[in-house]
């Protein structure tokens, strides 16, 4: 390769990595549905496949076929579930100042008996100040989820009538020989199926056991609790705490320490349980995938990529460390 050869070379390498970093940064508010898009694809690629090349369906109506189904199974349902925690959340009646004077007697309490301050009334009106921005922050998600909603049918149905065409050309861009392809299409394949199917059902079932121990303690409006404990599974390690400490703390100050400590009992020892023993035997029945690369992965990934980062978190983590597998082999071992 000659002077002029290389010139060209590494200036189109530059150019697609400038283009490459450029669309990428304008395109981080649909990301969420690119990436949803890619998740389904994964789960009904194997529908696609049997349609287009057993059946000899075109695949403009299998895309249709399979767009409607990814709707009525996937889309109805999670829309339905924010819809009727946005719901809840529009029709709780929580008052900042009757909040502010609950815990205000406790740390005075608190103080009275050990001589320790734990927050004065200033910082107390301070955090109940920002509950109205926390309210047009989930508005503003709200609308951001319904335009990746848009873009990830877009995307989908594209992708669909793509289908081999599609995969061929990432698989041939993949920077391996055949065997290590092979490799990281399968590893990609075994997370994104595990936690897309994983990590509602792990939620569902968390949600549910939830539920009934808010309704036997009588906690204040259940259902909703119960919808938040769904989504605080995706939480790394605390995952329901976020939900159930607050809540029984909340239930203690308003005069049920009784019902508060029998639901802190009841979330501790059971709903913990529960958490432990499903997550075993989903990693058993899906993907055997190491928990702290689950943990560390979902936490950089809720970071770079919002609510998807709980699927390509733990898939970015794993392929970083196949490549590393894959070069140690390749480039060390061989030269042993």
């Given at each position: 390769m000659n002077t002029?050869?290389?010139?060209?070379?590494?200036?189109l390498i530059a150019l697609i990595l400038l283009l490459g970093v450029i669309l990428f940064l304008k395109s981080t508010p649909f990301l969420g549905g690119i990436l949803g898009a890619s998740t389904?694809?994964?789960?009904?690629?194997?529908?696609?496949?049997y349609l287009t090349e057993k059946?000899?369906?075109?695949?403009?109506?299998?895309?249709?076929?399979?767009l409607g189904e990814s709707v009525l199974v996937f889309l109805i349902p999670l829309s339905l579930i924010i819809w009727l925690l946005i719901y809840k959340l529009q029709n709780i009646n929580l008052d900042p100042n009757d909040l502010i004077l609950k815990i205000g007697h406790v740390i005075d309490n608190i103080e009275t008996k050990t001589g320790y301050n734990l927050l004065d009334r200033n910082t107390l009106s301070s955090i109940a100040s920002k509950l109205p921005e926390i309210g047009q922050m989930l508005m503003n998600s709200i609308t951001g989820l319904t335009v990746n909603l848009?873009?990830?049918?877009?995307v989908l149905y594209f992708m669909l009538t793509g289908g081999r065409r599609m995969?061929?050309?990432?698989?041939?861009l993949l920077p391996f020989n055949p065997q290590n392809k092979k490799n990281v299409a399968r590893e990609i394949?075994?997370?994104v199926r595990s936690n897309a199917i994983g990590i509602p059902l792990l939620a569902l079932i968390q949600g549910a056991v939830a539920y009934l121990g808010y309704l036997i303690f009588g906690a204040p409006n259940a259902l909703l609790f119960g919808l938040l404990t769904c989504?605080?599974?995706?939480?790394?390690?605390?995952?329901?705490?976020?939900?159930?400490?607050p809540l029984s703390l909340y239930m203690g100050l308003d005069g049920h320490w009784g019902m508060a400590a029998g639901m802190a009992a009841y979330c501790l020892i059971i709903l913990t349980n529960v958490d432990?023993?499903?997550r075993f035997i989903l990693q058993k029945k899906l993907a055997d995938t190491h928990p702290l690369i689950t943990i560390f992965g979902v936490v950089i990934g809720l970071s770079l990529f919002g609510f998807m980062g709980i699927i390509f978190g733990p898939l970015m983590l794993s392929i970083f460390i196949l490549c590393i597998d894959i070069f140690k082999k390749e480039y060390l071992e061989k030269q042993r």
């Open positions: 002029k050869e290389q010139y060209w070379k590494y200036s389904i694809y994964l789960l009904v690629r194997n529908q696609m496949l059946k000899k369906m075109k695949p403009g109506r299998v895309a249709l076929l399979l848009l873009v990830l049918l877009f995969e061929q050309y990432f698989y041939d394949e075994v997370i989504f605080a599974t995706i939480v790394p390690i605390i995952g329901t705490s976020v939900v159930w400490i432990n023993l499903t």
